[in-house]
């Protein structure tokens, strides 16, 4: 298994960015494909981002150019650069660790407002 735990998160203005992160601890890092999901008030959970064990990297096209996702697995943590933050991507974060099973962590609140 897999405990993970996201920070970083936060009030930014609309073009502002942040930058998350999810520490992961207990089994070994390397095996997991890693990803961030969000959550909006009345939507339903979406995909964000992922990178593979071997770093490959997929968007939504709603943050292509603006987010970038990256690991190191040598500090077991996987990060969400977020650029050109729009009121849109006001949500909760969480970070998924994937192998065999899904593992979340515990979400971290994104507010984008002026």
């Known amino acids: 298994q897999v405990q993970l735990v996201e920070s970083g998160g936060g009030l930014v203005q609309p073009g502002g960015s942040l930058r998350l992160s999810c520490a992961a601890s207990?089994?070994?890092?390397?095996?997991?494909?890693m990803a961030w999901y969000r959550q909006a008030p009345g939507k339903q959970r979406e995909l964000v981002a992922s990178?593979?064990?071997?770093?490959?990297?997929n968007y939504a096209d709603s943050v292509k150019g603006r987010f970038t996702i990256s690991r190191d697995n040598a500090k077991r943590t996987v990060f969400l650069q977020m650029n050109s933050l729009r009121r849109e991507d006001t949500a909760v974060y969480y970070c998924?660790?994937?192998?065999?099973?899904?593992?979340w962590g515990q979400g971290t609140q994104v507010t984008v407002s002026s």
């Open positions: 998924n660790a994937r192998w065999l099973l899904d593992f």
């Open positions: 990178i593979s064990r071997h770093s490959t990297t």
């Open positions: 207990g089994s070994d890092f390397d095996i997991y494909a």
